[in-house]
């Protein structure tokens, strides 16, 4: 008897929300059911095999206009370092100005990914 692994996963990849089967097959080979467009196709061997998220925050600006920029991770980083970047975003602090697509912190936890200001924040 084949050793399948069954996972039941929600897609997040659209508004839809499908629910997935995504079944890994004992020769490693993966299937996926239940979506209803390409994006859950792809989107379901990813989640099961090796999750990513793009994670956003704010961090504490000195001398702006504004006392937070909202930040974002550059590109994906594994799902299970998510709290991990959340908690050494808590503690940075940025100088203003801040401009759209500054680095605000280099090589998150030496990811290779970058924080990034999605927003900017002028000098007082």
């Known amino acids: 008897m084949a050793k399948e692994k069954i996972h039941t996963i929600t ?29 859950g196709a792809n989107y379901g061997p990813k989640e099961v095999t090796n999750p990513v998220r ?4 704010v961090v504490y600006v000195e001398g702006g206009k504004e006392r937070v920029v909202p930040v974002k991770t550059r590109t994906e980083i594994p799902k299970p370092l998510k709290l991990d970047v959340a ?5 940075v602090v940025v100088m203003a100005p801040v401009k759209i697509n500054d680095i605000i912190v280099e090589n ?3 990811t290779g990914v970058d924080i990034i200001a ?3 924040v002028d000098e007082i």
């Open 54 to 57: 793009m994670i956003t925050s």
């Open 118 to 120: 999605t927003g900017n």
């Open 11 to 39: 897609c997040i990849g659209c508004p839809v929300g499908c629910e997935l089967t995504v079944t890994v097959h004992e020769d490693q080979t993966i299937t996926v059911t239940g979506n209803e467009c390409n994006v």
């Open 87 to 91: 908690k050494q975003l808590k503690n």
């Open 108 to 110: 998150i936890l030496n």
